[in-house]
């Protein structure tokens, strides 16, 4: 499936950023990881038919996180920068301009990472089915709390 849409179902996941969590299972701190505009992710896409109709998965490439993002998570997704038309040519590769396509767009990921910024955000984007996902609040960098224990407890 991969190598079919890698040659000619490339397309473009357009996002001002993406959401990555640390910490224990139950006890997760939501991470905004975000530039100062628009990013184009690279992704490819799969089409199949169902029954009656077709089903379209897409996924976002990866690749090992550099900078601000591989402070919270070790993968991030590849963003492209000049080489968007490029990619988006809808002209099929063979394997080989496959390869060399993806090596390219691989090496640009590190002109966006370096312009990435980390935010810690509110817990609540963990549950955006009881709150508005498009609350602007959910992407402002949350308040620290800085826990100290001593003899005498925590404050």
């Known amino acids: 499936m991969f190598r079919t849409a890698m040659a000619s179902q490339r397309c473009v996941v357009p996002m001002t950023g993406y959401f990555e969590w640390t910490g224990e299972r139950g006890d997760k701190i939501p991470h905004y990881i975000h530039g100062s ?3 184009s992710a690279a992704a490819i896409a799969a089409t199949r038919k169902i029954d009656a109709g077709f ?4 996924a976002i490439i990866t690749a090992p996180s550099r900078d601000a993002a591989g402070q919270v998570h070790n993968r991030m997704p590849v963003f492209l920068t000049d080489d968007l038309d490029e990619w988006l040519d809808p002209a099929r590769l063979d394997a080989t301009q496959a390869r060399g396509l993806a090596a390219h767009i691989s090496k640009a990921r590190d002109l966006i990472a370096n312009e990435l910024k980390v935010d810690q955000v509110d817990r609540r984007v963990n549950s955006v089915s009881r709150i508005d996902p498009a609350d602007p609040c959910l992407i402002e960098p949350a308040p620290l709390t800085i826990i100290v224990r001593g003899s005498g407890g925590s404050t």
Do not use: N
């Not at 089903?55 to 897409?58: A, P």
């Open 37 to 39: 505009g628009l990013l």
């Open 55 to 58: 089903e379209t998965t897409v």
